[in-house]
C-alpha cells in the first residue's frame, strides 16, 4: 500500500495527544468533584454522562479521525491498466477574406454565407482535429489543428475583410500553407475544404495543386457568389453608398470565377460545390471526408494505481455516526424540548412563524426596517443600504421584497452609486401598487440621468443611451400621474440635455469623417494620420463645455424638490408602513411560482450586473460598454490602416 500524500499520515501524531488531554480532563473533573461533595451523597447529586459512556464516545471519535487522516493521505493499492487510443481525421477550412467576398449577390453576402457554410461543416466532424486558414492577398493559420471546435467556431465568425491587410485573392498560397500545416502530421491523408468566389489561374495554384495530390491532401473547393456577379460596397462607413473601385477610378464588378476551383478539385481528386442561397449539402460532405484515413495513434498501455480512500472514509463515517447516537439520557432529556420546539416549527404554516421560532432556537437575527428607516433618516446612507440590501434578501414576502428594494434605491442614490440604485428601482417597479410604480420609476429616471451625467466626459455615447432611458421612465410616471408639474419640468430638462448631447455627436461624427477623407488624400499616408485625429475632439469639445456647469446646477434646482420629498416618503419610510399594513397575511406563506422566480433570478442578475467592482471601480455593465466602445475604435482603426500592396494592383 501506497499514499499519494504520505506527508498528511504526520497528523495521525494528534491523536496520542488527544488521549491525553481527555484523561487529564476526567482527572481534573474528579478532583473537583471530590472537593464539593462527599463520598455519601455523591450518587445523589452528580448526574449526568458516565465515565465509561464518555469514553465509548471519545474513543470512536478518535478513531473517525483517524480515518479522515488516512482518507486525505490517499492510499492506493493494486493497479489498473488501461489502454488509450485516439483517433481522427486533420481537416482545415480555407476561407477568402478579399474585398470581393464583400459583394451581395448572395443574401447577405459572399463572405457571411461561407462562414455560415463553415460552421455547418464544423459541425460534422465532432471527432477531428480541425484548422482554420485565412487568405487574401496573403494567407494566415488562423487556429491550428485542433479539437477544440469551439475556438475554432470563434475564429471563424471574427473574420472579415480586414484579418488579411493585403488585397487580392491568392489561393495558391492558401494551399502553400495547408501543404505545411499537414506536413507536421503523421497522418496519411488529409482534408482541406476551400470557400472562395475563384480567380484566375496561375502558375502558383498548379504547382501547389499538385504538391497536395502528392501528399494525399484531398481538396473540397466551394465557389461562393453567382456568375453575374455584383458590385462591391465599399466597407468604409465614411463613404456609405459607395462602391470599391480600381486605379483609373472605375467601379469594380467581381464575378464568380470556378475555373480555377475546378482544376484544384481535379488535381487533388476532391471535389468542387457551388455555395449558392441554399445551404452546403453537409451530407456531400461527409460523403467526400468518409474517404480520408482517420489518424490512429499508436495504443498506450497506461498503468495507474487504484485509489482505495473510500475505505477508510466509509469507516470513519459508520464511527462518527456511531459516536452520535450513543448518547446518555440525562443529554437526551436536555435535547429533547429543543428537538420538539424544532420539528413543531417546520409542521407550523407561515414563513414569518417560522422565522421567530428557528430566531429564537439558534439565536439568528434578521435586519430590522425600523432599523434601516432610522439610518435613512439619520443620514446614514451608507448603513441604510447595507440594512435595505439585506432585507432584500432576508424577506420572504415579494411585496416586502419590493418595498425593501425601493428603499435600497433610494439609499443608494444619496450616496451616489447609481449602478445599485438603479437595480434597487428596477426591482420595485415589480410593486402592483401605482404609487411605487410610480416613484420607483422617478427615481430610476434621476438615477440613469446622475448616472449618463458622470460619464459624459468619458463615455458620451453610454451617457446618450443613459438619458434616452432616464426620459423613458419620465414618460412612464407621467402615465400614472398626468398632472405632476415638477415630473414634466424634470423631463423636459432631460430631454434637452439628450438633444444636444445627439447633436454634438452628431457634427462630431460628420466633423471626424471630413477630416478622415482629407487625410486620405495625402501620397504617404502623413495627412491621414492627422485626419484620424479628428476622433480625439470629443473629450475636448466635452471637457471646454462651459455650459455644462450651469446646466447642472439649474437640473439640481429642479430636481431638489424631488431628492426632498423621496427622503422622506420615497426611501421605504411612512409609504412602507401603510403598505406593509395593507398585506395579506396569507401572502407572507404563499410559495414563488416558477415565472416570479425567473423574474427574481433576472433581477438579481441585473443588480449583480451593476455592482461595482472594488477593484477596478466599474461595474459589469460599464465594463461591457467601455469594452464596446473599445471594439468599435479598434474596428475603426482596422478599416482606416494602411494596407500592403495589392497583389497585381488589385485590391479586392
Not at 472514509?313 to 428537538?339: E, F
Request: glycine letters at 8%.
Amino acid at each position: 500500500m501506497t499514499f499519494l500524500a504520505a506527508k498528511i499520515l504526520y497528523c495521525l501524531a494528534v491523536l496520542p495527544l488527544l488521549a491525553v488531554l481527555k484523561l487529564w480532563a476526567d482527572w481534573r473533573a474528579g478532583k473537583v468533584q471530590s472537593a464539593f461533595t462527599s463520598p455519601r451523597l455523591r450518587d445523589m447529586l452528580v448526574t449526568g454522562v458516565s465515565l465509561q459512556r464518555s469514553w465509548i464516545i471519545f474513543t470512536l471519535q478518535l478513531l473517525a479521525l483517524g480515518c479522515f487522516i488516512f482518507t486525505l493521505a490517499r492510499p492506493r493499492w493494486g493497479e489498473d491498466k488501461i489502454v488509450q487510443q485516439e483517433s481522427g481525421r486533420n481537416v482545415i477550412i480555407a476561407i477568402d477574406t478579399s474585398r470581393s467576398m464583400l459583394a451581395n449577390d448572395i443574401v447577405p453576402d459572399r463572405i457571411t454565407r461561407a462562414k455560415l457554410a463553415a460552421q455547418d461543416v464544423l459541425a460534422s466532424l465532432k471527432t477531428d482535429r480541425v484548422g482554420l486558414i485565412a487568405f487574401a492577398g496573403n494567407a494566415y493559420l488562423q487556429a491550428p489543428l485542433t479539437t477544440d471546435h469551439d475556438a475554432v467556431a470563434e475564429a471563424i465568425q471574427s473574420l472579415d475583410f480586414t484579418s488579411v491587410p493585403r488585397g487580392g485573392s491568392e489561393i495558391g498560397r492558401a494551399l502553400k500553407l495547408a501543404v505545411e500545416t499537414f506536413d507536421k502530421s503523421p497522418a496519411r491523408n488529409h482534408g482541406l475544404i476551400l470557400f472562395s468566389d475563384g480567380g484566375e489561374p496561375d502558375i502558383e495554384i498548379t504547382e501547389y495543386s499538385k504538391q497536395a495530390a502528392q501528399k494525399n491532401i484531398l481538396v473540397l473547393t466551394v465557389s461562393v457568389g453567382t456568375e453575374a456577379g455584383a458590385l462591391i460596397p465599399d466597407p468604409d462607413p465614411a463613404r456609405a453608398g459607395e462602391f470599391v473601385r480600381d486605379q483609373q477610378g472605375n467601379v469594380v464588378k467581381t464575378r464568380m470565377e470556378p475555373k480555377v476551383l475546378q482544376e484544384i478539385a481535379t488535381a487533388t481528386r476532391g471535389r468542387y460545390m457551388k455555395l449558392g442561397s441554399q445551404p452546403l449539402a453537409v451530407s456531400v460532405v461527409k460523403d467526400l471526408l468518409s474517404a480520408l484515413q482517420a489518424q490512429t495513434n499508436a495504443a498506450k498501455e497506461l498503468v495507474k494505481p487504484i485509489e482505495r480512500f473510500y475505505w477508510p472514509l466509509s469507516i470513519g463515517m459508520l464511527l462518527l455516526v456511531s459516536a452520535w447516537l450513543i448518547r446518555p439520557s440525562s443529554r437526551m432529556k436536555t435535547y429533547t424540548p429543543a428537538l420538539a420546539l424544532l420539528a413543531w416549527s417546520f409542521l407550523t404554516p407561515g414563513a414569518q412563524a417560522k422565522d421567530t421560532i428557528l430566531g429564537s432556537v439558534f439565536g439568528a437575527k434578521k435586519p430590522d426596517p425600523q432599523q434601516a428607516l432610522d439610518a435613512y433618516k439619520e443620514g446614514d446612507f451608507d448603513h441604510a443600504a447595507k440594512l435595505y440590501e439585506d432585507l432584500v434578501k432576508s424577506s420572504s414576502s415579494e411585496a416586502r421584497r419590493q418595498q425593501f428594494a425601493f428603499g435600497l434605491g433610494n439609499a443608494a442614490h444619496q450616496i451616489k452609486d447609481y449602478d445599485r440604485a438603479v437595480g434597487g428601482f428596477s426591482r420595485a417597479l415589480e410593486s402592483e401598487d401605482r404609487s411605487t410604480q410610480n416613484q420607483a420609476h422617478r427615481g430610476m429616471a434621476h438615477s440613469l440621468y446622475d448616472q449618463g451625467d458622470r460619464a459624459l466626459a468619458k463615455q458620451p455615447k453610454f451617457s446618450l443611451k443613459a438619458w434616452r432611458d432616464s426620459v423613458k421612465h419620465f414618460d412612464a410616471a407621467l402615465k400614472i400621474d398626468p398632472d405632476n408639474k415638477e415630473v414634466q419640468e424634470n423631463r423636459d430638462f432631460v430631454k434637452k440635455r439628450l438633444d444636444e448631447l445627439q447633436k454634438k455627436i452628431d457634427e462630431q461624427e460628420g466633423k471626424d469623417g471630413k477630416k478622415g477623407d482629407k487625410g486620405k488624400k495625402g501620397k504617404k499616408g502623413e495627412k491621414g494620420e492627422k485626419g484620424e485625429k479628428g476622433e480625439s475632439g470629443d473629450d475636448g469639445d466635452q471637457e471646454g463645455d462651459g455650459d455644462g456647469e450651469d446646466k447642472d446646477k439649474s437640473r439640481k434646482e429642479s430636481l431638489g424638490k424631488k431628492e426632498d420629498k423621496d427622503g422622506e416618503d420615497g426611501k421605504g419610510g411612512d409609504k412602507e408602513k401603510e403598505q406593509e399594513g395593507k398585506l395579506q397575511a396569507g401572502k407572507e406563506g404563499d410559495q414563488e411560482s416558477p415565472e416570479a422566480r425567473e423574474r427574481r433570478e433576472q433581477r438579481e442578475a441585473e443588480m449583480a450586473g451593476n455592482e461595482k467592482d472594488d477593484a477596478t471601480g466599474f461595474s459589469r455593465n460599464e465594463a461591457r460598454s467601455f469594452l464596446r466602445t473599445y471594439a468599435d475604435d479598434q474596428k475603426k482603426a482596422l478599416l482606416v490602416r494602411p494596407r500592403d500592396a495589392p497583389v497585381n494592383g488589385k485590391d479586392w
